[in-house]
C-alpha cells in the first residue's frame, strides 16, 4: 500500500487480520512493486527521473534490509509479476525517455529480480503488465505486429517451454451490430485473465466508450463475446 501526501509517501505493509502496519524501508522513487506468492520476498523498481535510468531492489519478508539487484542506466524496468510458483519474474522494460507509447520488451528473472533476460519484443507505455497462466508455463502480455506502430498491438502468449510466441489481433473482432455500422474498432482496455484451468484468456475490449467482455480459446484461436458493457473479468476461491 503506497500512502501520504506527495512531500512524504511512504510504502507500507498491512497485516488485512490484525490491521498491524508497518512502514517499508522502501524510497518514495518507487513506481511499481511486487510480493513473491511463494515467500513474501518483495521486490521494487524505482527511478531518480526522466533520463536517469531504472533500478530494482529487493528484500527479504520482514527483513529491513535490502539490496539493489539490477541497474539499468537507458531504460524503465517495471510492471513486474511473479511467477504462480514465486520461482520466476516477468517485467516490462522499455526507453527511458518521454515517449508516449514506445517499444517495450519482455524481461524473465529470478525469484531475487537477479540475472535477467529479453524474451520477447511488447508494447509499452499503457500500463499493462505481464499475466503467467495459472500453471505458471506460459505469459500473456501485449505485443505488437509492427514494433514502430503503436496501434498494432496484440495479445501475445509465450510458451515458455517452447519459446513459442502466439499472437492475436483483437481489433480484428467485430464489435456489437451497431458500433460495428458506425466503423468502430475495438481496442484492449486493460490486461487480459486467465481463466482457472489455462485454457482461455477473458479480454475487456472497448469501443466509443463501450466495453464488450469476450473469451479467446487459445488452442482453436476461436474468440466469443460474453457481454456487453460488462468488464474485468476475475475468479474467486
Known amino acids: ?66 539490496q539493489m539487484v539490477v541497474a539499468d ?15 520466476h519474474i516477468a517485467a516490462i522494460r522499455l526507453p527511458d525517455d518521454q515517449s508516449a507509447l514506445p517499444p517495450g520488451e519482455l524481461w524473465l528473472s529470478d525469484a531475487q529480480g537477479k540475472h535477467p533476460h529479453f524474451a520477447a519484443r511488447a508494447d509499452a507505455g499503457r500500463g499493462m503488465f505481464p499475466v503467467w497462466s495459472p500453471d505458471g508455463e506460459s505469459i500473456a502480455f501485449i505485443g505488437r505486429d509492427h514494433p514502430r506502430d503503436p496501434d498494432s498491438i496484440n495479445i501475445s502468449i509465450l510458451d515458455l517451454s517452447t519459446l513459442q510466441l502466439s499472437t492475436f489481433q483483437p481489433s480484428n473482432l467485430q464489435p456489437s451490430t451497431l458500433r460495428q455500422a458506425q466503423g468502430s474498432t475495438l481496442k484492449l482496455l486493460f490486461p487480459p485473465t486467465w481463466s482457472p484451468d489455462g485454457n482461455r484468456l477473458y479480454l475487456t475490449l472497448g469501443a466509443d466508450g463501450k466495453m464488450e467482455l469476450w473469451s479467446y480459446e487459445i488452442s482453436t484461436g476461436k474468440a466469443q463475446k460474453l457481454f456487453d458493457d460488462a468488464c474485468c473479468a476475475g475468479w474467486t476461491h
Not at 2 to 24: C, E, F
Not at 36 to 51: E, R
Not at 73 to 87: E, F, S
Open 1 to 66: 500500500l503506497k500512502a501520504g501526501v506527495i512531500s512524504n509517501p511512504q510504502i507500507l505493509r498491512v497485516d488485512p487480520i490484525s490491521r498491524q502496519t508497518t512502514v517499508m524501508p522502501i524510497p518514495p522513487e518507487t513506481y511499481s512493486l511486487e510480493v513473491s506468492p511463494a515467500d513474501g520476498t518483495i521486490v521494487w523498481a524505482l527511478t531518480k527521473g526522466i533520463g536517469r535510468g531504472s533500478q530494482i531492489w529487493g528484500s527479504d519478508a520482514g527483513s529491513i534490509s535490502s
Open 73 to 87: 542506466p537507458t531504460n524503465i524496468i517495471g510492471l513486474m509479476r511473479y511467477a504462480p510458483d514465486g520461482k
